[in-house]
């Protein structure tokens, strides 16, 4: 390895611990939301892996957001207004068996094949 590649290598790690963390920290969330319903505030997050299938979500903001890989939302339940305005999918969303007690509010003109 060149003095050059060091610190490209050292980014590649930090990016995948950090990818590590956003992961660990959206499972636990899944797990909270599979008991009650809780308001999201998710605006310009980055979101990998992102699955709350099964869940009861309260109010969700998705300002902004960036979902990596295919977000799922199958047979979710949503309490409140959903907005997904400037939402960044990499793919499309799964939403089988999604409900929706409000009408969910989106704008997504930005979608990355």
Same mark, same amino acid.
């Given at each position: 390895?060149?003095?050059?590649?060091?610190?490209?290598?050292?980014?590649?790690?930090?990016?995948?611990?950090?990818?590590?963390?956003?992961?660990?920290?959206?499972?636990?969330?899944?797990?909270?939301?599979?008991?009650?319903?809780?308001?999201?505030?998710?605006?310009?997050?980055?979101?990998?892996?992102?699955?709350?299938?099964?869940?009861?979500?309260?109010?969700?903001? @998705?300002? #902004?957001?960036? !979902?990596?890989?295919?977000?799922?939302?199958?047979? &979710? +339940? /949503?309490?409140?207004?959903?907005? @997904?305005? #400037?939402?960044? !999918?990499?793919?499309?969303?799964?939403?089988?068996? &999604? +409900? /929706?007690?409000?009408?969910?509010?989106?704008?997504?003109?930005?979608?990355?094949?």
């Amino acid at each position: 390895m060149t003095l050059s590649e060091r610190p490209r290598l050292l980014l590649l790690g930090r990016q995948h611990e950090e990818w590590q963390v956003r992961i660990t920290v959206q499972h636990l969330l899944a797990n909270l939301l599979r008991d009650q319903p809780y308001d999201l505030d998710l605006r310009g997050a980055t979101l990998i892996e992102f699955d709350l299938t099964g869940c009861a979500i309260g109010k969700a903001l @998705f300002h #902004d957001a960036q !979902f990596i890989s295919t977000p799922k939302f199958m047979d &979710a +339940t /949503f309490h409140d207004e959903v907005w @997904f305005f #400037d939402t960044s !999918f990499g793919i499309v969303a799964r939403m089988e068996g &999604a +409900t /929706f007690r409000v009408p969910a509010l989106a704008a997504c003109p930005t979608s990355t094949p």
